[in-house]
């Protein structure tokens, strides 16, 4: 199997469970003591039984010191574009640059529309994947590259987006 050219990470898929809060963030610490790359947490806002992802990877971040923090994968239908752009690049400023972004288009419709939202409402679930960003700080756009296969990572700044 190829690497694309990337280092090869390894890290955690933690259940954000709002019954063990603690028990949470523990496993999250664990898996920067045991030296591992990244930390995950499924993002499943409709789901009682767990915590708000954004709200767990912000307190996890400032818990922890190294290792990176990720949703897996963030719910576009039912996280606003602009707000969690915003969201997520004070984060990653906040955490020294340790927050990665995966979006998902939502699997759960049913779930989804019981908080409000229609499939026809998200570009992601029409198939109409964002082509644009728009930078938190200086409100311009700057256009996607990501690759089929590959990672691009780009770090905001407070003069924009940087690569």
């Known amino acids: 199997m190829t690497d694309y050219g990337h280092d090869l990470l390894f890290g955690t898929f933690i259940t954000p469970t709002a019954a063990l809060p603690e028990r949470v ?5 664990a898996s920067e003591t045991a030296g591992l790359d990244l930390v995950t947490f499924q993002d499943h806002p409709y789901q ?3 915590l ?3 709200t767990l990877l912000a307190y ?4 922890t010191e190294t290792i990176h923090l990720a949703a897996n994968v963030t719910n576009l239908p039912l996280r ?4 969690l752009a915003r969201a997520v690049a004070s984060l990653d400023l906040l955490s020294g640059g340790r927050v990665e972004l995966g979006l998902g288009a939502g699997a759960f419709w049913d779930a989804i529309a019981a908080m409000g939202r229609r499939p026809s409402t998200s570009s992601a679930a029409r198939g109409t994947p964002p082509t644009a960003r728009v930078s938190p700080w200086t409100g311009g756009t700057t256009a996607s590259t990501a690759r089929s296969g590959g990672r691009r990572r780009r770090t905001p700044s407070r003069s924009g987006w940087a690569r």
């Open 25 to 29: 963030v523990e496993l999250a610490r």
């Open 60 to 63: 996890v971040a400032a818990r």
């Open 48 to 50: 009682p039984r767990f």
């Open 80 to 83: 606003p574009p602009a707000v």
């Open 52 to 54: 708000d992802t954004w």
